[in-house]
């Protein structure tokens, strides 16, 4: 982020965020906007949740399916 380097990030080894392109928006190698940092972090804590429900809706519907 603006405050500090994505090396220095205990995270940085399951950041999704390509450092090409943050480098091309911020003109800064390790480094992007806040919001992108932000909105990685929540994606990456709710994904495994998100799969969950989608995994269980269809189960649910393979049970009620009449074939």
């Known amino acids: 982020t603006p405050d500090r380097s994505c090396l220095m990030c205990r995270e940085v080894e399951y950041c999704r965020i390509c450092p ?24 990456r804590k709710e994904k495994p949740l998100l799969l969950d429900r ?14």
């Open 20 to 43: 090409v392109v943050a480098a091309v928006s911020t003109g800064e190698m390790g480094r992007i906007p806040a919001w992108t940092c932000q909105v990685a972090k929540i994606m």
């Open 54 to 67: 989608f995994k269980k809706k269809g189960q649910r519907i393979v049970k009620t399916s009449p074939h």
